[in-house]
């Protein structure tokens, strides 16, 4: 990672902060995977006594906020959370995103989608005019494997297997590339009816609320 690129994702995490400010005191808040995720969990030790918990979407981010003392609360034992803080690997105008790079689409789906607020924390260089220049990852059941591939293959994307790895779910990871994903919300809803799938990695039904984009100096807020 370059300095500059570093330097976008804590300005972007920091920015981020100003979103805790108004909520009340032990809230529960959804936090993401990723590394402009973990900048931002970093600087949570400064507001143990606000937070009360935390959902985290995969093991890593659980041991993250372990480090700086925030408790991890269980998706179950929450009805709503205020907000969600989590990146994305591409973001479009219409704040559509693409995630999944570090594996933990699903589980990141499910906290937006009982989140009243996804904030998206991303440096510059994740915003682009149409997704689809990253690989999109599709959480595959293993046994799926070949016949989710055959059916992305018609889809006009090319898949490829990521090997050597499993996510927290036990399931396999299949990163598509080729794809001009001009009408998000379209695609995800297709690929989400192919037998096997388990998730996508477009967030379109849940997509960002806000965009804070960080730069070398600064960051930029965005509301939808």
Known sequence: MSQLTDSSKQNA?????????????????????????????????????????????????????????????ELNSVTELPIYIDGADEVDPHFNLIKGGGGALTQEKLVAHVAKKFICIVDEKKVVDCLGSFPLPIEVLPMARSLVARELVKLGGTPKYREHFTTDNGNIILDVSGLKIAEPLKLEQAINQIPGVICNGIFALNRAHVLVIGNADSADIKTR
């Open 13 to 73: 995490a920091k920015a981020a902060l100003q979103f805790l400010d108004n909520l009340p005191d032990d809230v529960i808040i959804g936090i993401g995977t990723g590394s402009t995720t973990n900048a931002f969990i970093h600087l949570l030790k400064d507001y143990r006594g606000k937070i009360g918990g935390a959902v985290a979407t995969s093991s890593g981010t659980k041991a993250e906020l372990q480090k700086v003392g925030i408790p991890c609360v």
